[in-house]
């Protein structure tokens, strides 16, 4: 098995706001090797970005820690980090709003560059060209700015950019949802090109299963803060375990028709809200097998099969 790249334990983060304490992760647990694809789904609002923003150090978290190749990033000072810093990137859903508007795509690329001091004004014009051409764009665009770009173009500068530091590990947060179909499958194999070329590790967000499913080794299932479910592929898409990840997976449609596969098992209601204390499963209310410990306890991680996890209680090992 490859090298532990990332090693996450007991990740938290709550924000404080007009009507309480809103829990928006409550301890994740996570690694992820080198070369490897873990996705990370789930209902919008369960907490994914803010897990991921987390990883990659935009957001500090309330507790837990983050190791990088075995050194803890969590507490360590502005300076100890700025060697770590590139090593993690990250690319967003909307590439426009994470674009500069104002800079031209030759200074967005060479930004990260600059401020990392990487090489002399000609290598870093070099290094833009070749990134840019990597990515599928025509290195002659780089004078031009975001808003001449299409939405896939646009998404094609934002991995190059994130890509410009020679990263380890990417966490994509929802990367083609915002983008039409036809273009997505140009974005994902991309992504796919790319990791095979660089030995890249991804953290692929998405709320919906169905993107993840070719290309996720690992996959994990998150509820309202919590990882409620983490299984390699083989396990996860044959025997899921959580009545939750079942029906996710059961309101997928179906490949060309646009149908669902089983129309019962259609997840009703909605998430809970994250405000304040809770008590028992998350799922409880929605869920069709709840049973009377469902209310009291809630279930923590348990293993179902080798290298996958489930939180119910249902859950037998
Ligand atoms: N900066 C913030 N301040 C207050 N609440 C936030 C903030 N960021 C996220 N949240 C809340 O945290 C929860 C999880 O959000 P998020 O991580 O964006 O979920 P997801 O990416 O799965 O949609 C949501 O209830 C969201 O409203
Ligand atoms: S612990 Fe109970 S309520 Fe929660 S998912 Fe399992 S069966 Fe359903
Ligand atoms: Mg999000």
Redesign the pocket.
Known sequence: MNEVLLNVTGLRKS?R?NSGV?T??AGADLIIRRGETVALA????????????MIAGL?PPDAGSVKLLGTELIGLSHRALRPWRPKVQMIFQDPFSSLNPRSTVARILEEPLIVHRRGDARERRAEVARMMERVGLRPEAASRYPHEFSGGQRQRIGIARALMLRPELIIC?EPVSALDVSVRAQILNLLADLQQEMGLSYLF?S?DLSVVQHLADRVAV?YL?KIVELGGKDSFWATPGHPYTQALMAARPLPGTGQRLRDKEILEGEMPS?IGKREGCDFRARCRCAFAPCASTGPELRSRAPGHVVACHLTQG
Do not use: N, Q, W, Y
């Not at 789930?42 to 923003?53: A, D, F, M, N, P």
């Open positions: 924000f706001i809103l928006a992760v789930g209902e919008s609002g369960c907490g994914k970005s803010t897990l991921g923003r957001t947060d967000i709320h998150m803060g994250p």
